[in-house]
């Protein structure tokens, strides 16, 4: 099924088609509305939600149940801080470098995600010695090691390291485990060389058409490509569906930014409708700790096993949780837009905001952040777990040079931000 939209009369070239196959068109329509046409513009509620994914990053890898676990991890929607963060940044990607490639060219183009790529790929080794180093002297990292049982010896003892281990780290095979899904971001920003050069040349349907053939062929044979621990929970083949997507989007900005003034009121009320469903089959997860009202029995634990196996693995990015993402971005957007909500988000906005536009530096930190506090007492007090992962979070936060925002200051406004923080 193909929704068609004619941009301009005088103009069919640039009729925009969507496919209802790449089940993101409620996320290009919503989150793409209000952006102007300035290449490295964005909506401030991006970052937002970008820093919202960062404090369920450092809460679920804190491993303590708290007030704030309850919510964390795959309790409103069946969706986790890393799908969020792989689309929206191959959305400002698409974006940023996308009006680079218009501009300058391939190669100035090419440069610049090179670079970009070289600075993962160097914070990756940057702070995998630097873990190392901590080990070397003495102090417990194993909070933070690796979870293969062969490099977890040479990661918590790096003077038995041999030329195979040091091989192992340079090609990002292994590294701290909270830290490894910059891994996937190397790799995902080298695919975005001929991803949009592809955009340019072949035009978007025969990007989506090889990203979903990738994407196939991994369901019909999985494999990781890289021989990376990072693949065991984000295998490449799988994951790139959601940074092409992404990419995409941004790339035609313009064009998904006048279809989303044109959408008709009944799709925002299925987004909605079906947003509200997924929050239901959330909530029915037999495992989700916290109180009886989190708790919801609408699916029973049987059928619920049943389902989420099927359709909503998360490694490998089921049907099921394709769509869940495809309508919780947007209801998450549309939330953050509610103007009633201001005096609740308003004290927050800053700290989410530096979070999200900083947030390979929040990731870097937070790496030492869970080793210290792996080094705190244990506690199953809620109210001391809770208290933990605020100070971290605020710490983080304070360090990258979180301010309180001024009361006066309670629009959105676009602000310029890294094409990919993390």
Partial sequence: MTFTIAID?????????????ALLLPLSAAMLSPWSGHSTSRDKRIDWLRGLAMVCVIVDHSRRSSLLSWFSYQ?????????VFVVLSGIVLGMVYGARLM????VPMTQRLLRRAGLLYFS???????????ALIGVDTSAVATWDPTAMTWFLDPQTMTAANWRDLALLRFGPWPF????????????????????????????????????????????????AEFEVTFPLLAWQLLFVHGIVIGYHRDHLAALAARCPRPLSIAVAATSVGFMAFALSNPSGTGPWWLRWRLVSPEAFSALYERYFSLSD??????????????TGYAILAWRRLSVVITPLQELLATLGQRSLAAFVLHVYGLILLAHLPDSDQLWTNTLMQILLIGGIAAVLGWRRVPESAKELVPRRADPIAA
């Fill in 103 to 106: 501009r300058y060219g391939i």
């Fill in 9 to 21: 009369n005088r103009d069919r070239m640039q009729t925009v088609e969507v496919a209802a196959a």
């Fill in 75 to 83: 309790r409103l929607w069946v969706v986790t801080a890393a799908e």
């Fill in 317 to 330: 990015l089921g049907l099921g949780r394709l769509l869940n993402l495809a309508v919780a971005l947007p």
């Fill in 124 to 134: 990756f080794i940057a702070v995998t010695l630097s873990v190392l180093g901590l």
């Fill in 180 to 227: 490894e899904i910059i891994a996937l971001y190397v790799c995902l920003v080298l695919v975005a060389v001929p991803c949009l050069i592809a955009l340019r040349v072949a035009g978007w349907r025969t990007v989506l058409a090889a990203s979903w053939a990738v994407y196939g062929w991994y369901w019909l044979s999985p494999r990781g490509v890289t021989g």
